[in-house]
């Protein structure tokens, strides 16, 4: 009997913490990988052409990569390469693809919960300020020793900011927003994580000093699977993943997010959520 796509997701992430953190390289790991992405690209055919042909995407963009990190480990457990310190640059090469492939793999979990997410599920007490200050704490030092200077400003009385929804993808909005404002910033740019009340709303909103994105796409950025000109060109440009699921998360919280930018001067993404009254 063929597996869920979402269990084999799953399994292929927990295999991949491995062998990114332990760095595994045995026959059963290698084995249970190679299964997984024959499985993948099986059961993600799908039977609907449109939605098939989106699933059939991402089966190759995560067996390209699982392929990859079987053969590097296959080729140190069976000895292929002789000495010692090229067998740990090989594991370390398997442990990096690893590691990119785990945020294509978090991505395509987030958008199964969402899927199954019903809006009456959606019932923490989450305070917007506290989320910004835990992504600012999480990423100013990462940030800072690639060159890129990461300021976060808020109100002065410090206003809780209540939302209702559901904290974990309230957090995954304003990371992957700063995320991407890092990834198209330049040495010596900046990111502007700023968050403050309006009327009955709460506005997020992440401003960079980087490429800006070209008139042409700016249109199509939050599309699903939408990769423009300048995410092709990067190597860390992803998927087109990103924005589609901070979309789908920040309208699943009754909120919009809208995009400002122009090319060679940065980009403005700027979320507003209603505020939860009653909430404190």
């Given at each position: 009997m063929k597996r869920e796509p979402r269990e084999l997701v799953k399994r292929a992430k927990d295999l991949l913490h491995h062998v990114g953190e332990e760095c595994i390289c045995n026959t059963g790991t290698m084995g249970e990988l190679t299964s997984i992405a024959d499985e993948l690209e099986d059961v993600l055919s799908g039977d609907e052409p449109a939605a098939g042909e989106v699933l059939r995407i991402l089966g190759h963009e995560l067996k390209s990569p699982l392929a990859a990190i079987v053969s590097l480990l296959h080729a140190v457990e069976i000895g292929y390469v002789k000495n010692p310190e090229n067998s740990m640059q090989m594991v370390a090469r398997a442990r990096k693809r690893a590691e990119e492939l785990l945020p294509l793999v978090n991505d395509i979990m987030v958008l199964g919960d969402l899927t199954g997410t019903d809006v009456s599920q959606l019932d923490e007490k989450v305070s917007m300020?506290?989320?910004?200050?835990?992504?600012?704490?999480?990423?100013?030092?990462?940030?800072?020793?690639?060159?890129?200077?990461?300021?976060?400003?808020?109100?002065?009385?410090?206003?809780?900011?209540?939302?209702?929804?559901?904290?974990?993808?309230?957090?995954?909005?304003?990371?992957?927003?700063?995320?991407?404002?890092?990834?198209?910033?330049?040495?010596?740019?900046?990111?502007?994580?700023?968050?403050?009340?309006?009327?009955?709303?709460?506005?997020?909103?992440?401003?960079?000093?980087?490429?800006?994105?070209?008139?042409?796409?700016?249109?199509?950025?939050?599309?699903?699977?939408?990769?423009?000109?300048?995410?092709?060109?990067?190597?860390?440009?992803?998927?087109?993943?990103?924005?589609?699921?901070?979309?789908?998360?920040?309208?699943?919280?009754?909120?919009?997010?809208?995009?400002?930018?122009?090319?060679?001067?940065?980009?403005?993404?700027?979320?507003?959520?209603?505020?939860?009254?009653?909430?404190?």
């Open positions: 300020l506290a989320v910004c200050r835990s992504v600012h704490e999480l990423m100013e030092l990462m940030f800072q020793e690639k060159g890129i200077c990461f300021e976060f400003s808020f109100p002065e009385n410090e206003p809780f900011f209540p939302v209702r929804g559901r904290e974990s993808f309230l957090r995954r909005v304003v990371q992957n927003l700063c995320v991407n404002a890092f990834k198209y910033n330049r040495i010596g740019g900046c990111i502007y994580l700023r968050v403050f009340g309006e009327s009955s709303s709460v506005i997020v909103e992440v401003k960079d000093t980087g490429m800006g994105i070209p008139a042409e796409d700016l249109p199509h950025v939050f599309a699903f699977l939408y990769r423009g000109g300048q995410a092709k060109r990067n190597p860390d440009g992803g998927l087109g993943l990103g924005l589609s699921m901070v979309k789908q998360i920040v309208e699943v919280h009754g909120g919009t997010i809208t995009a400002e930018s122009e090319e060679g001067k940065g980009t403005i993404m700027t979320v507003r959520l209603p505020l939860c009254t009653g909430c404190g």
